[in-house]
């Protein structure tokens, strides 16, 4: 079964601090990896997406890795900002039949505090 | 004006009516998707269409239907709404070419 495991569940971190969120998908056929963040009572907004053959993707102060031999992921932000709270959504895309299906975690709820 | 629109952006309805999400959009995209997103869950695929002509069920279908009028038009529907529907509601569409996913910014709807 196509799973995606986000963690944490939620981080609350100071301003200008670093964090790492996990991901771990047992998505197969894997075609990609993709990030999104989600504010809340908002559409999710893609940050990157990672083929199975890169490692690492970055956008700004986002930068996502990817291991697709252990399927898993992480997305690190640098010197977090206020606008950085939101829900951050790891999303496999499983290459399956004639259109792949986007396999949706629950997301890391971040939080940034002053 | 936003890529994907979705309306109406809230809505409270009653059980047993019946009612229609409706989604638009300027990205001249051919695919379109209706999602649901529950609390603490990941956003699950209700039906997608990959043009005027294609209507596809997705993990989660039982209880709505879909219409898509025109390309750029993509609309939802609850035939006999209840409560277990309340949720919040994106549609989206996607890039052939990049695979690139845009998402409306939702619509919250409550059955009562």
């Known amino acids: 079964k196509n799973q995606v495991e986000q963690s944490p569940q939620s981080l609350i971190i100071l301003e200008g601090k670093n964090c790492t969120l996990q991901c771990n998908y047992t998505v197969s056929p894997f075609s990609n990896l993709r990030w999104y963040k989600q504010d809340t009572g908002r559409g999710p907004v893609s940050l990157t997406i990672?083929?199975?053959?890169?490692n690492t993707k970055s956008n700004g102060r986002y930068t996502a890795t990817l291991d697709a031999d252990t399927k898993q992921s992480s997305l690190h932000i640098t010197a977090s900002q206020l606008s950085d709270s939101a829900s951050y959504i790891c999303?496999?895309?499983?290459?399956?039949?004639?259109?792949?299906?986007?396999?949706f975690g629950k997301g890391t709820k971040l939080s940034v505090k002053p | 004006d936003a890529d994907v629109t979705q309306t109406p952006r809230n809505r409270i309805t009653k059980t047993g009516k019946r009612i229609m999400l409706e989604c638009s959009q300027t990205?001249?995209?051919?695919?379109m998707y209706w999602y649901r997103q529950d609390p603490g869950l990941g956003l699950r695929l209700i039906y997608y269409?990959?043009?005027?002509?294609?209507?596809n069920k997705g993990e989660i279908s039982d209880g709505y239907s879909v219409s898509r009028q025109a390309q750029a038009k993509f609309s939802l529907s609850l035939e006999s709404a209840i409560p277990n529907q309340t949720a919040l509601y994106f549609c989206?569409?996607?890039?052939?070419?990049?695979?690139?996913?845009?998402f409306g910014s939702g619509t919250r709807l409550t059955v009562v």
């Open positions: 990672m083929t199975f053959s890169e």
């Open positions: 990205k001249g995209h051919d695919r």
């Open positions: 269409s990959f043009d005027v002509k294609d209507i």
């Open positions: 999303v496999p895309l499983n290459y399956g039949g004639s259109q792949g299906n986007l396999i």
């Open positions: 989206a569409t996607s890039d052939l070419r990049t695979g690139g996913y845009t």
